[in-house]
């Protein structure tokens, strides 16, 4: 069973740039199809970005698309978004997700992944 932990979250401007990653252990990550959600207080949460397990494809909600970039880095067994123009509004607690690759379905439902790390705060301050 593949266990994830996010890391790279933080106190940030209007405008900055961060980069999240999410390690995985007790499984090759390119074995598995990864999202990354989000989750603002109060609100509930909400697809962000996720690479396919095969061929990586990507897929970006909206609301972010063309401010964030989802990528792998199988030499580390980690998945990483990397946000720009960060806006107020992208503050939340940001998770992985991981679902075995051979299986398919719908990369931005959250209930289609299987694994979940624990969370990483994100805030942006205007």
């Known amino acids: 069973q593949v266990q994830l932990v996010e890391s790279g979250g933080g106190l940030v401007q209007a405008g900055d740039s961060l980069g999240l990653s999410c390690a995985a252990s007790?499984?090759?990550?390119?074995?598995?199809?990864v999202g990354w959600f989000r989750q603002a207080q109060g609100k509930e949460r909400e697809f962000v970005a996720a690479i396919s397990g095969r061929g990586g494809t990507l897929y970006y909600a909206d609301s972010i698309k063309g401010r964030f970039t989802i990528s792998r880095d199988n030499a580390k067994n980690t998945v990483h978004v990397h946000m720009n123009s960060l806006k107020p509004e992208d503050t939340a607690v940001y998770y992985c997700?991981?679902?075995?690759?051979?299986?398919?379905?719908?990369?931005?439902?959250?209930?289609?992944?299987?694994?979940w790390g624990q969370g990483t705060q994100v805030t942006v301050s205007s």
């Open positions: 007790g499984g090759t990550l390119s074995n598995y199809a």
């Open positions: 997700a991981a679902k075995p690759s051979f299986y398919s379905g719908n990369y931005y439902k959250s209930d289609f992944y299987d694994y």
